[in-house]
């Protein structure tokens, strides 16, 4: 199938991005689709493109047929194009492997709010989900990351960095994703923390440690034990919000200063 170009609000940035994918000779990508409404049947739909004009006409095509069209970050083996060479093949059977990578050009970071399987996120869930992309930003340019390529995924966000390594350096990638999913857990905290749910496990949390500094100073062991058992009910509640439990105070009586005022 091939596809005639056709303009459209976001082609000049489309082709700008392809065109740093494909920005050696030899560069080839693949665009996928893997569920595709072709009258009555779905099938799926995989493409391999040297050529940046074709990759962003085949994908456009695609545009209110498919469930979601994607493409390689990451250049492939060139050989692949002998499979649907600058067009696009409906029912392919076989799709890029992890081992078809040759280098990594790009190295994205996806920022997609938690939602079911099929519904879009909704203005606040997508506006969160940037909002975490923007701390994870200004983290990664304090380790001295360039700047990115930002775009908008539909119902989040993405951070396109660009970079130079090679297909198999996992070791570092994984450290680096393991950074980020800190950065992004420290945010989902922090926007948890600013709902009622969130700053009434808060207040909860500190009311039932201040009650239980008193009983201790007091000595009443039971009420101690019973507000031990409150903050450890409380637990799974924040837990599930992301938020981290705040450490338990020590209790005890406060010695009284002898120093003179």
Known sequence: MTSEAVDWPGRPSALAFTRILLKEPGMVAEVRAPTVRRGQYSTNASGYFDDAERLVSAAASLDGVAEGVYVTLNPVRPELLARASNRLAFGAKHATADSDIVARRILGVDFDPVRPAGI??????????????????????????????????????????????????????????????????????????????????????????????????????????????????????????????????????????????
């Open 120 to 261: 879009s996120s909704s203005a606040e869930e997508k506006g969160a989900a940037q909002a975490v992309a923007d701390e994870a930003k200004e983290y990664l340019r304090s380790l001295g990351f360039p700047e990115p390529l930002e775009a908008d995924s539909g119902n989040g966000a993405h951070l396109d960095y660009l970079v130079d390594l090679p297909a198999d350096d996992d070791e570092m990638v994984a450290d680096l994703e393991a950074e980020i999913a800190r950065v992004k857990a420290r945010a989902a905290a922090k926007e948890a923390k600013g709902t009622p749910d969130g700053q009434a496990l808060i207040l909860a949390v500190r009311a039932i440690e201040k009650a239980g500094r008193v009983a201790s100073e007091t000595g009443n062991k039971e009420i101690v034990a019973a507000l031990d058992s409150a903050r450890a009910a409380l637990a799974p509640a924040i837990v599930s919000l992301g938020i981290r439990i705040p450490e338990k105070a020590r209790r005890g009586r406060r010695k009284k200063s002898t120093e003179a005022a």
